[in-house]
């Protein structure tokens, strides 16, 4: 059996020494999931590093572990960033659960022109702690040693900008429509075998509605790669996944 992972909310301890996991994690592990003394689990620091430890001691709200073993896990290249549109019934948060146990790195929410979904005021700052916290589910559901991070909410102009500033680096900007005409699978074989691959490669899925014509003409004139997934229109929840898989699967695994 997998070992469940937490995610530290300070500094890992070295092997032989103790870990302490304490705050919402040494909770949920204590009170919830009711770890007992012997048992082994993984607790990360979300940057890469993690541990494993064995259960000595535990409390309502904290667990003691004596560290058995240090973890690392390299930085995954390139880097893979998702940008999604604001949606209804949680259908973005389950692009993100899936987004993040592909190994998505970064997640940018977007409110598009056609996004029924609105973050306005401090629904901003709800909408995403809502979304670092499936982010954090996700992290530990797939025992990730990175934990993926959620930025603030953009607007069309901003992604632009961010698309722009991007491409300056090298980075990569594939944006789904249904109207493109250079097809991912090509694109992403033009790829393999490149020298360096881009950084970073970002991609951009629009709301329930669609990318508007004029959000296409700005991300693409502002150096995005307007693609096409295949030859059905895919719901906002799981266009992100599958071009992600994609994307994955040709430059990382």
Same mark, same amino acid.
């Given at each position: 059996?997998?070992?469940?992972?937490?995610?530290?909310?300070? #500094?890992?301890? =070295?092997?032989?020494?103790?870990?302490?996991? $304490?705050?919402?994690?040494?909770?949920?592990?204590?009170?919830?999931?009711?770890?007992?003394?012997?048992?082994?689990?993984?607790?990360?620091?979300?940057?890469?590093?993690?541990?494993?430890?064995?259960?000595?001691?535990?409390? /309502?709200?904290?667990?003691? &572990?004596?560290?058995?073993?240090?973890?690392?896990?390299?930085? #995954? !290249? =390139?880097?893979?960033?998702?940008?999604?549109?604001?949606? /209804?019934?949680?259908?973005?948060?389950?692009? @993100?659960?899936?987004?993040?146990?592909?190994?998505?790195?970064?997640?940018?929410?977007?409110?598009?022109?056609?996004?029924?979904?609105?973050?306005?005021?401090?629904?901003?700052?709800?909408?995403?702690? /809502?979304?670092?916290?499936?982010?954090?589910?996700?992290?530990?559901?797939?025992?990730?040693?990175?934990?993926? $991070?959620?930025?603030? &909410?953009?607007?069309?102009?901003?992604?632009?900008?961010?698309?722009?500033?991007?491409?300056?680096?090298?980075?990569?900007? &594939?944006?789904?429509?249904?109207?493109?005409?250079?097809?991912? &699978? =090509?694109?992403?074989?033009?790829?393999?075998?490149?020298?360096?691959?881009?950084?970073?490669? !970002?991609?951009?899925?629009? =709301?329930?509605?669609?990318?508007?014509?004029?959000?296409?003409?700005?991300? $693409?004139?502002?150096?995005?790669? #307007?693609?096409? @997934?295949?030859?059905?229109?895919?719901?906002?929840?799981?266009?992100?996944?599958?071009?992600?898989?994609?994307?994955?699967?040709?430059?990382?695994?």
């Amino acid at each position: 059996m997998t070992l469940p992972l937490f995610v530290a909310d300070g #500094p890992l301890a =070295p092997v032989g020494g103790t870990q302490l996991l $304490t705050g919402e994690e040494g909770r949920h592990a204590a009170a919830v999931q009711r770890l007992s003394v012997g048992e082994e689990v993984l607790v990360a620091d979300g940057a890469g590093s993690g541990v494993r430890g064995e259960v000595v001691a535990t409390a /309502k709200n904290r667990l003691e &572990l004596h560290v058995l073993e240090g973890l690392t896990e390299p930085a #995954p !290249r =390139p880097r893979l960033e998702l940008v999604q549109a604001l949606a /209804k019934s949680g259908r973005a948060e389950q692009a @993100l659960e899936t987004s993040v146990e592909i190994g998505v790195d970064h997640v940018v929410p977007w409110e598009a022109e056609r996004s029924i979904s609105r973050w306005s005021g401090p629904k901003a700052t709800k909408g995403r702690a /809502k979304w670092a916290g499936v982010v954090r589910a996700a992290t530990k559901q797939s025992r990730r040693l990175h934990e993926a $991070t959620v930025g603030e &909410l953009v607007s069309s102009t901003q992604l632009a900008h961010r698309i722009e500033e991007g491409a300056r680096e090298g980075e990569l900007t &594939l944006v789904l429509h249904e109207v493109a005409t250079d097809r991912l &699978l =090509p694109v992403l074989g033009g790829l393999v075998g490149d020298d360096p691959v881009p950084p970073l490669v !970002r991609v951009v899925i629009g =709301p329930e509605g669609g990318i508007s014509p004029r959000e296409l003409e700005q991300f $693409t004139e502002a150096g995005g790669h #307007p693609v096409l @997934l295949g030859p059905h229109v895919l719901r906002t929840s799981s266009a992100g996944p599958v071009a992600l898989s994609l994307v994955a699967g040709a430059l990382r695994w």
